[in-house]
């Protein structure tokens, strides 16, 4: 049996790589998130979340709850930023429209102000976050 979007998303995320992450992707995927430039193309997925993962390493995906039909998923996961031996920890909700098991949209919500506001007490990712997100 082929396992579910969802469960290829959160075993993904475990222990999150470029190449498992746009594995979830169709060629053309377009990926939305707030406070960026859409990301279109598995290329340039594959680009992007290289530079997220080497600017924050140690960050990975825990998913809380989800609801998937053949052509859209949502899920509700956690982003878990790792610094020392704290963790700041970003909800979450994805919403992907699917095509032939693989996502071809997805759009991403969350709080980017309880993100910045975590940030300030997380000085160990500061650099990596500014890193990743101002270039």
């Not at 193309?41 to 990975?60: E, H, I, N, V």
């Not at 969350?110 to 500061?126: E, I, T, V």
């Amino acid at each position: 049996m082929l396992e579910s979007f969802v469960q290829r998303f959160e075993m993904a995320w475990q222990n999150p790589s470029a190449e498992g992450l746009v594995a979830l992707l169709c060629d053309d995927v377009v990926l939305y998130q707030p406070g960026a430039s859409p990301i279109k193309g598995k290329q340039a997925a594959y680009t992007d979340f290289s530079r997220l993962l080497s600017s924050l390493p140690g960050m990975y995906g825990v998913v809380k709850k989800s609801v998937e039909t053949e052509d859209i998923a949502f899920i509700d996961w956690e982003i878990v930023f790792v610094s020392g031996k704290k963790a700041l920890r970003v909800s979450a909700i994805d919403k992907f429209y699917l095509r032939d098991g693989l996502a071809y949209e997805r759009t991403v919500y969350f709080d980017q102000l309880a993100l910045y506001l975590s940030l300030m007490r997380h000085p160990g990712l500061w650099l990596g976050f500014g890193k990743y997100r101002f270039g």
